[in-house]
């Protein structure tokens, strides 16, 4: 059986517990394309605090990396600490499945 082979992306991008974390206006992804899914975090709502705008609402998927159209995981968190929280957990328990 071949392995799906991907093509690096040559660049510099930040890194976290050896994972790369890209994030694209109200959208954050983490995780290795080469793993059979990743976690995408939606930014849906900001709060004001003071004269900063956090995000509020936060839609948590744990997607196939193969088919980005079929979500394994998906919930809703309030604040991005939290989300971002509960969707590694997600995305831990999603990559020891078999």
Same mark, same amino acid.
């Given at each position: 059986?071949?392995? !799906? ?5 040559? %660049? #510099?991008?930040? /890194?976290?517990? *050896? #994972?790369?974390?890209?994030? /694209? /206006?109200?959208?954050?992804?983490? %995780? !290795? ?18 004269? #900063?705008?956090?995000? *509020? *609402? ?5 997607? *196939?990396? @193969? ?10 968190? @309030?604040?991005?600490? !939290?989300?971002?929280?509960? %969707?590694?957990?997600?995305? !831990?328990?999603?990559? @020891?499945?078999?």
């Amino acid at each position: 059986m071949a392995q !799906d082979a991907r093509a690096l992306v040559e %660049g #510099k991008f930040l /890194e976290y517990l *050896d #994972k790369p974390l890209v994030r /694209e /206006e109200n959208t954050i992804c983490y %995780g !290795d394309l080469n793993e059979k899914c990743i976690l995408i975090l939606e930014i849906m709502s900001y709060k004001k605090v003071g004269d #900063k705008e956090l995000p *509020d *609402d936060v839609l948590i998927q744990v997607i *196939d990396s @193969k088919d980005p159209t079929k979500i394994i995981k998906q919930g809703m968190k @309030k604040g991005l600490h !939290d989300a971002f929280s509960m %969707g590694l957990v997600w995305l !831990d328990l999603a990559l @020891k499945a078999n």
